[in-house]
């Protein structure tokens, strides 16, 4: 069901229902913000409160409110909620908590929620267990608590899991222009990315934040990342809450590689959203965003009259993904004309202090710097408490820069307390981003550049509900499954007795590799032998813990060996790993998470990400790996996976060994549900 939230966040109407302090607040944080509307307080025993005329019951109510937010307990806000869906109102703030939340101390809370959710019927309602939400645009607070919003003509929204990260969040004094802040606490009826939707459809909102949990209905993030894109709207996500969930009941290398945060953040990667790890990252790239948009390329210039900082400033940018241009003979000649010959020219650059308090010739240096393939330029000042006077030189050349070239230019505080909200609100009226933090001002920088069109085609999903009966192939079995959709395994045959192993590996060319099977672990179990002869086989197979043997061709001429394997994430549906092979693959730790179906480009992105690329290629001189029978073996892999949804749990190859011809799997496991 589509529910309309627009009278909910734009209310040109209040109903505030509920007595005490918490009610009262939402009545005075929207006199504070400026609510032009009608405020209505619903009370049984009181005419008025805090000079608005009070009424008895919803149904006494002139009309039906667009927004409520109702105060009241947990069990009284059922029949209330029921009471405003009949009289058809735009919708409801549920602020009780003791619902889905409170199930291990109350069992009934799952049971209240549910039939909230069915009091509510097509009214859409935050919470239960929320605060509710700001809207600064037009001056509503559906808002219980203090908040630091004040109103504005266009900037950031905010949607957060939490009421009390929402709340600091809006007391930043960074000089982040938030337009809206909401909260959705249980999103007992409503997730993120339906309301998130909402705030895509107001024009003022320059940037999205989503402060995240876990992810739910992945088709409604679908849904969102697509009509972001198409609006040039970009979004932020800080995601928090990794869970040991993806690693659920399974037994294969990739299950210890991709666990929940490493779907979760494939999931962030494909649906084009930046990612970022902190709250003073969270609110700078936002910021970023508002004031100049995306980097137009992964590319900074730097200037500060220190080289200590001139070399923390590159130190900090170097695992960004950024970097800075060495300049060009036009820059130094421009440079050397406003610095003089005592300057060392470079970027990150140290313009020394020769020039200080001459706003012109700064500014003509700071120029010099800003050009068309720069994605942003930084000038780092520090600001100190008292006295700033002789540093007003630094802002009015930063401004006058920026005036100069119409690039991006970012004044940075090495240390966030040193650029005081009067400077930050003289730099934003300038045209010139004011940052917190070294550190920060990277992380967002970077941040912006993760900013890409959703990726193509839809997720795989798997059914509700886990596997209840799990059964693992043997290698064997496996292998043959895999095969079936194009996979290049070794020439092998299967034994049952250690006597029957010398006849049975006739036909096969050694050198030849001994494996028991039905462990799931061979190497660590003592269960793998390398380099025998057929004669060799039956003292090989004498150690071995089991009676059931295959035996392979050895695949020689390896350049690497890799790990690709596929897991069943309830949350994020199929995962695919592809990760550094072998028996080191946990002590690597090499590895980057997909979501299946995954496509050519980002499977190749992925192989070039990960440390062991060089190998792939050709390391110093030596032959490079077929990259497209590695490919070939991951469609196969894939296309398994999508033959076999209702019942896969796990699906793994370790290793594929990647010569310069081939790509050839020297284990498999699959591991599925066989009810």
């Not at 020394?352 to 240096?365: E, L, Q």
């Not at 959703?454 to 886990?466: C, H, Q, R, Y």
Request: glycine fraction near 8%; include cysteine; proline fraction near 6%.
């Amino acid at each position: 069901m589509t529910r309309d939230l627009s009278r909910l966040i734009r209310p040109k109407s209040i109903a505030v229902i509920g007595g005490g302090a918490w009610c009262d607040q939402v009545i005075r944080q929207c006199q504070k913000i400026g609510f032009e509307g009608a405020i209505w307080p619903v009370h049984p025993k009181s005419d008025q409160v805090l000079g608005y005329k009070a009424y008895a019951s919803v149904d006494a109510l002139p009309h039906a409110p667009d927004a409520s937010f109702i105060g009241i307990n947990r069990h009284a806000t059922i029949p209330v909620v029921q009471d405003l869906a009949i009289k058809g109102a735009g919708g409801a703030v549920c602020f009780a908590s003791g619902y889905s939340e409170a199930v291990s101390e109350d069992s009934s809370g799952g049971d209240l929620q549910a039939d909230l959710v069915a009091a509510a019927g097509a009214m859409p309602i935050l919470g239960p267990n929320c605060y509710g939400l700001i809207n600064a645009l037009d001056g509503a607070a559906i808002w219980p608590d203090q908040h630091g919003c004040t109103r504005l003509d266009s900037g950031v929204a905010i949607l957060t899991q939490s009421s009390n990260i929402a709340i600091n969040l809006t007391n930043q004094q960074r000089g982040v222009p938030i337009a809206y802040v909401a909260t959705c606490g249980n999103m007992a009826q409503l997730n993120q990315a339906e309301i998130a939707s909402t705030f895509l459809d107001d024009p003022r909102v320059t940037a999205l934040g989503l402060h995240i949990e876990g992810f739910t209905n992945l088709r409604s993030w679908e849904a969102l990342a697509a009509k972001a894109f198409a609006k040039g709207i970009p979004i932020v996500v800080l995601k928090v809450g990794a869970s040991e969930e993806a690693q659920a009941a399974t037994v294969s290398h990739t299950a210890s590689l991709a666990g929940s945060d490493a779907s979760a953040a494939a999931l962030i990667k494909r649906l084009g959203f930046a990612r970022v790890h902190d709250l003073p990252v969270f609110l700078e790239t936002l910021k970023l965003l508002h004031f100049s948009g995306a980097l137009s390329a992964p590319t900074l210039a730097s200037i500060s009259c220190s080289g200590g900082e001139a070399s923390l400033m590159a130190d900090t940018a170097l695992t960004s993904g950024l970097t800075f241009p060495p300049l060009t003979d036009n820059q130094r000649a421009q440079l050397a004309e406003a610095l003089g010959p005592m300057v060392a020219l470079a970027n990150p650059l140290d313009y020394h202090t020769y020039i200080w308090r001459d706003v012109d010739a700064m500014s003509k240096a700071w120029s010099a710097m800003m050009t068309p393939d720069i994605g942003l330029t930084f000038t780092v000042v520090d600001y100190p408490p008292e006295n700033r006077t002789d540093w007003d030189c630094a802002t009015d050349a930063a401004i006058k820069a920026h005036k100069n070239t119409g690039r991006p230019m970012a004044l940075v505080a090495s240390l966030p307390e040193l650029l005081p909200p009067d400077v930050t609100q003289t730099l934003i009226n300038g045209g010139v981003i004011p940052l917190h933090g070294l550190r920060e001002a990277i992380s967002a920088a970077a941040a912006t550049t993760q900013i890409s069109a959703p990726e193509d085609p839809p997720l795989v999903l798997p059914p509700s509900g886990s596997p209840q009966t799990p059964h693992m192939l043997t290698e064997r079995e496996a292998k043959i499954a895999l095969a079936s959709y194009g996979l290049d395994i070794p020439h092998s045959v299967t034994a049952t007795a250690v006597g029957n192993l010398t006849h049975a590996a006739e036909t096969l060319t050694p050198p030849l590799v001994l494996k028991g099977l039905g462990i799931a672990h061979k190497t660590e179990a003592g269960a793998v032998k390398l380099h025998l002869t057929a004669s060799d086989l039956p003292a090989a197979a004498e150690a071995m813990p089991t009676e059931h043997f295959l035996v392979e061709e050895m695949i020689n001429g390896g350049v690497a060996e890799l790990l690709v394997g596929v897991t069943r994430d309830p949350a994020h549906g199929f995962v695919l790993t592809v990760a550094a092979g072998g028996t080191l693959t946990e002590v690597l730790a090499d590895s980057i998470s997909l979501l299946v179906p995954a496509t050519h480009e980002s499977i190749r992105d992925a192989l070039a990400s990960l440390k062991i690329a060089p190998l792939l290629t050709g390391y110093r001189g030596a032959a490079a790996a077929n990259i497209t029978a590695i490919l070939k073996a991951i469609d196969a892999l894939q296309a398994y996976v999508l033959a076999n949804l209702d019942s896969l749990q796990e699906a793994e190859i370790n290793p594929l060994i990647c010569t310069p011809t081939r790509a050839v799997a020297a284990d498999a496991l699959i591991q599925k549900d066989m009810s």
